[in-house]
């Protein structure tokens, strides 16, 4: 099996984690490690959905299918303020979905962009996937996002 495949592969991906081989310190170089978090229970976990997000603040993600502007106003506590061509004032979504897509993500190796995977607001959390280092939608209906390269 190549480098190439093997990065598609869900599970080669699920296998893995945080461990004493650096990737630690490469995530965190990144600014996407949370060490707290991990530690709150999630050991999975690898990604903080807030740090990414407030990397985000001020700037437009797209989503996936539609290719609609999605403003990541601010944060807010435990949510994220999201501006829609509807509503440019903004929409609480809470940081925890985010969180469990990115969780599921990193589980599987892919998500599919619908609203019975992500739930409401399922386009914006794909397009928030998508913005993820290393992360590849799939040209695939409904969409889908990957870890690893397309080969």
């Known amino acids: 099996m190549t480098a190439c495949s093997n990065a598609q592969n869900p599970r080669f991906l699920s296998r893995f984690r945080i461990g004493d081989d650096g ?65 440019p004032g903004g929409q609480a979504v809470p940081i925890e979905w985010v969180q469990d897509a990115i969780d599921m993500l990193v589980r599987d190796g892919e998500v599919e962009v619908t609203v019975e995977a992500l739930g409401h607001r399922g386009a914006f959390i794909g397009a928030v996937l998508a913005t993820l280092p290393g992360v590849v939608v799939e040209p695939t209906t409904p969409r889908r996002v990957t870890l690893g390269s397309r080969c």
């Open 23 to 87: 990737s630690a310190s490469m995530l965190a170089l990144l600014g996407l490690y949370d060490e707290a978090h991990r530690a709150g229970g999630r050991a999975n976990a690898v990604i903080s959905a807030r740090t990414h997000l407030e990397s985000l603040v001020g700037s437009d993600v797209y989503t996936l299918t539609k290719h609609r502007p999605n403003r990541v106003l601010r944060i807010e506590g435990d949510e994220v303020v999201v501006g829609t061509g509807k509503s």
